[in-house]
Every structure is written in structure tokens, then in C-alpha cells.
């Protein structure tokens, strides 16, 4: 098992990789690319823990990295976070596309039934 654990240690993560071919799809054609243009799509990612959503956001936010607006592409919705900020996230993910630039959305439970 350390054998098999030790060669793939820096193998690259499948279903990280097919999130980002998916976002490549539906939200970022050229993703990759610099000044990449983003769709008027959004994405909404439910994750139990916050590990989860930690390595989801450090792993998106170098994916996304160089494309146009890049730093406002991507919010967290979870627990701890003030009823302001709750709120302000809340507006910016249902406005108009046009209007604002969050395309992905990562909550954890904090996000259920608000």
C-alpha cells in the first residue's frame, strides 16, 4: 500500500481535473489561457467539510488564475461568517451576470435553508 500510496502521491486529482474541464465548458472556454472571458453562467459547490471547500478554493483559485477578473470569480458562503457578508454574497450570486463577476459559488451547510 506505501508503494501504490508513494506513486501516485503527486499524481493530479481526477475529479479536480474534470471540475475544471467542466468549468472549461460551461463557464470559461479558454480557461488557461490570460484575460480568459467567462460565460454568463454561475456555479453553486455544496461541500460538508471545510477542508473540502479549502482545497476546492486553493485548487479553483490557480485554475482560474490569469483569466479576466480572475480575484472576483470565485466566493465562500459558510458558518462564521457575518449576516453582511452572508448577505452581500447572496446579492452578488443572483444579480444579473452582466452586473457582477462571481461565477463559482462554494458553500458548505451554513448555506442550507438561508
Known amino acids: 500500500m506505501a508503494e501504490i500510496a508513494e506513486a501516485n502521491r503527486y499524481q493530479k486529482d481526477a475529479r479536480m481535473q474534470r471540475l475544471i474541464e467542466w468549468l472549461k465548458e460551461n463557464l470559461c472556454p479558454h480557461l488557461g489561457q490570460e484575460n480568459a472571458q467567462w460565460l454568463n453562467r454561475r456555479v453553486l459547490i455544496f461541500t460538508e467539510y471545510t477542508d473540502t471547500k479549502r482545497y476546492l478554493q486553493q485548487q479553483l483559485q490557480q485554475a482560474i488564475a490569469g483569466s ?47
Open 68 to 114: 479576466h477578473q480572475a480575484e472576483k470569480r470565485i466566493d465562500v458562503f459558510h458558518g462564521g461568517i457575518g449576516e453582511e457578508r452572508r448577505e452581500a454574497i447572496k446579492t452578488a450570486f443572483n444579480q444579473d451576470p452582466n452586473r457582477h463577476p462571481l461565477r463559482i459559488l462554494m458553500a458548505t451547510d451554513a448555506a442550507r435553508g438561508r
